[in-house]
């Protein structure tokens, strides 16, 4: 009650104080109420200052005394503004009005509510029209004029000016001419107030013509706007706010769309009346029902037309583009299984030309060769299948004819000259796939260049296809195969006896009465050995002699080791050529030149070596972690040479070795071997002197050869299950060891040098004391 009392008594202070409303008072009334403020704030830093000091009790409430009476002014003085405010705004001119009048008369409310600088002129049928208002909100009198011009609108009735002191009010739909403005550009609607009459002229495509006009006449109230299509453009007859309503439902709708199209689209397993109907079952039942009577019957829809080469859609382009996707898709499910489709592959892993061979056949199983081949004239003719050239199979030339006396002209210098083949032909380059070359296998087309196969098939065994494919095409079995040749010849060359003797007068060369022996006729296979006893003696009393006494021991230990390695594809053939080329004499051959026939000697290159040609089959075992098997057809061919002759024509030694064998992975095999000896004994002697035990060597010549030549070959395969681990450990145990260093040789090599040493020891003695 005390606090009350001090507010009303210090209100009744302010209001006494005169405060005008104008801009002094307000003034004054500002720094009033500043000064209050600043009084409050430093009554509150009091406050702090009262904290710091430790005041007692009766300071802080003197303190909150005095905050109290300052708020107490400052809501004094805004109590006191504000009645003087409104005090002033109820003496002004400018009254309001509640516009509550319940029902009444069109010509009563603009009697009571309108402009007072116009005369308004209603007609007959307006005068009566009946109106409800209800309202609690108090409306100033300078709203009056647009108010009542709205709510004339709602009803659709217009306001129009006749001359600057009369307006009269009218219909909408009796009279649609009445406009202020008329406009083509949606850019000059912001020259206009809201509710502004415009006559607004809208230029849509014109296939959306009906389309766009019905859309206006759905979406605009017929009491307050008019639409109506004049030639290709739309006029609409509406305020400013109706129309930008209608432009932008337009903007959100329509101006995605591209019009209509028109797209023709070919049939071939669907008739075309069944199509139209298909196309009016989708697209026209749905849309018909529940359709307003205002509502045109063909806008936005698809229309059609028949042709004899197919159907004609128009309408929008979502609209045809799922008509056509329909009958696309229809089409689709009543293709003909049996009608031929292109398909394109490319190899990944294989070669295209053995995947179409095997498709080829595989195809003919499936549709039958012959109701294939019968229907499909335009099919490239099969080529004959290429084979393999057989292992077996033996470099022939053909016969000579009196045209080409010379089959093989590389070797024919010249017209009417044939010279004796060489052991080996020269080396043939091994044939390179053309690239260019397009190869047909019944309905598969191969493209070497880009490993690639096109297939002309039928539709339903496409799948069948892609299925094989994905089993055919994959990552060929490979295996690391190692090869190790061993050759050893050894030659043992022995000779004891009489070189040469010589008596009598033939040993000063007169040749007269003499007696001699020579063993010249083999000094170029022996020589003179490497030990000679010669004895001479001049003459006197018995004739002159001279005497030549021979001893030889030869050994010639040759041996030739290959260890070529290769890796190979399952069932692909692997070949190693390890050869020498030398030139061999074919003979005097005739030659024409300027001069004459001059006669020279023919040459042909020649190829003597080791050649390997391997096909392996690889077997994966059966269980997991079992061994695998492969399986080996093998041809090796191993020619050695000795050292080219004067006459250019060295003797030639093959060996030849042709099997298929079986082995497991990892084992090491022995494909074949060849143990030969020959030994070739010559003695040569002096009737009866040379019979006489003991000394019956001294009076003639032995001669001993003995030649043992041992040939193995050992093969060595190790499946390649990971290309990359598996080779890198391969190269690794390689690396590590040296070529031919196979356990089972290392350790005969000491047993072999052993026998050596005992073999050199006897063949010494067997030289003086055998009796061959």
């Known amino acids: 009650m005390v606090r009350a009392f001090s507010f009303l008594f210090a209100c009744s202070l302010l209001a006494d104080a005169p405060m005008n409303p104008d801009v002094e008072g307000a003034q004054t009334f500002n720094q009033s109420l500043s000064v209050l403020k600043e009084e409050l704030s430093s009554q509150f830093g009091r406050a702090n200052t009262l904290t710091e000091s430790g005041a007692t009790e009766e300071e802080y409430k003197d303190l909150i005394v005095a905050v109290s009476s300052i708020r107490e002014k400052i809501r004094c003085l805004e109590e006191t503004w504000r009645r003087t405010a409104v005090g002033e705004i109820s003496r002004a001119d400018e009254p309001y009005a509640m516009w509550d009048v319940g029902e009444t008369s069109l010509s009563q409310l603009v009697i009571e509510y309108g402009a007072n600088d116009f005369l308004y002129v209603i007609p007959q049928e307006l005068s009566s029209m009946k109106i409800s208002l209800y309202s609690g909100i108090p409306l100033p009198q300078e709203s009056w004029e647009e108010m009542i011009e709205m709510i004339l609108a709602q009803n659709g009735i217009g306001v129009k000016r006749i001359n600057p002191f009369v307006k009269q009010l009218y219909i909408f739909k009796l009279d649609p001419s009445a406009v202020e403005a008329v406009i083509a550009k949606e850019s000059d609607l912001q020259l206009f107030a809201p509710q502004t009459r415009l006559f607004y002229v809208f230029s849509p495509p014109p296939e959306q013509l009906k389309s766009v006009q019905s859309f206006f006449e759905r979406f605009s109230d017929p009491k307050q706007a008019i639409v109506q299509a004049i030639g290709t453009k739309i006029a609409v007859v509406a305020s400013k706010m109706t129309v930008e309503k209608l432009l932008g439902l337009y903007h959100a709708i329509w101006e995605q769309g591209q019009g209509k199209v028109v797209r023709f689209v070919s049939l071939l397993k669907i008739g075309m009346q069944d199509a139209e109907r298909l196309l009016e079952a989708v697209f026209s039942n749905a849309t018909a029902k529940n359709r307003p009577a205002y509502y045109p019957t063909n806008a936005g829809e698809l229309a059609t037309f028949l042709l004899p080469q197919g159907i004609v859609l128009v309408g929008e382009s979502e ?18 299984p049996g009608e031929n489709i292109i398909y394109w592959y490319t190899c990944k892993h294989s070669n295209p030309e053995d995947i179409a061979l095997v498709l080829g056949q595989v195809y003919d199983s499936l549709v039958g060769s012959r109701m294939e081949k019968g229907a499909s004239s335009f099919e490239a003719p099969s080529p004959p299948p290429v084979l393999p050239p057989s292992l077996n199979s033996k470099i022939t030339a053909p016969p000579p004819t009196p045209d080409n006396p010379c089959p093989l002209p590389y070797l024919c210098p010249g017209p009417g000259y044939n010279p004796a083949m060489p052991a080996t032909a020269p080396f043939i380059q091994p044939r390179m796939m053309d690239k260019d070359q397009k190869t047909a296998f019944g309905n598969f087309i191969v493209d070497t260049k880009t490993t690639s196969i096109l297939m002309v098939i039928r539709k339903e065994e496409l799948a069948k296809i892609k299925a094989l494919l994905k089993k055919l ?39 007269e009465t003499a007696v001699a022996y020579s063993a010249a006729g083999e000094s170029e296979l022996f020589g003179n050995g490497l030990f000679s006893f010669i004895f001479s003696r001049p003459s006197g009393k018995f004739p002159a002699a001279d005497v030549k006494f021979n001893f030889l021991l030869a050994q010639e230990d040759v041996r030739i080791k290959a260890n070529p390695s290769i890796l190979a594809i399952n069932q692909t053939e692997a070949q190693i050529s390890i050869v020498e080329e030398i030139s061999i004499n074919n003979g005097a051959f005739p030659f024409n030149s300027p001069t004459g026939t001059v006669i020279q000697d023919s040459f042909t290159r020649a190829q003597y070596g080791i050649t390997i040609h391997l096909i392996p089959t690889i077997h994966l075992p059966d269980e997991e972690g079992g061994p695998g098997f492969v399986s080996l057809e093998t041809d090796l061919e191993f020619d050695t040479t000795t050292i080219i002759s004067q006459d250019d024509r060295p003797p030639v030694t093959r060996r030849n070795i042709q099997n298929q064998v079986r082995v497991a992975d990892g084992e090491t095999i022995i494909l074949g071997g060849l143990r030969q000896q020959i030994e070739e004994n010559t003695r040569e002697k002096i009737p009866f002197l040379g019979d006489i035990p003991g000394i019956g060597k001294l009076f003639g010549t032995a001669r001993s050869k003995d030649i043992s030549t041992e040939m193995f070959i050992f093969i060595t395969p190790h499946i390649i299950k990971d290309p990359v681990e598996d080779l890198t450990c391969i190269m690794l145990e390689e690396y590590q060891k040296r070529a031919g260093d196979i356990p089972e040789f290392l350790v005969r090599i000491d047993q072999a040098k052993e026998y050596e040493r005992r073999y050199l020891f006897k063949q010494s003695f067997r030289l003086l004391f055998d009796k061959f």
Do not use: C
């Open 473 to 511: 095409d994959v990552p060929k079995r490979m295996v690391q195969l190692d090869v190790l040749l061993v050759e050893k010849k050894f030659r043992d060359n022995r000779e004891i006896g009489f070189s040469l003797l010589q008596l009598g007068t033939n040993s000063s060369g007169k040749k």
């Open 319 to 336: 609209t045809v583009e799922r008509a056509e996707k329909i009958l696309v898709d229809m089409e689709a499910q009543l293709d003909d």
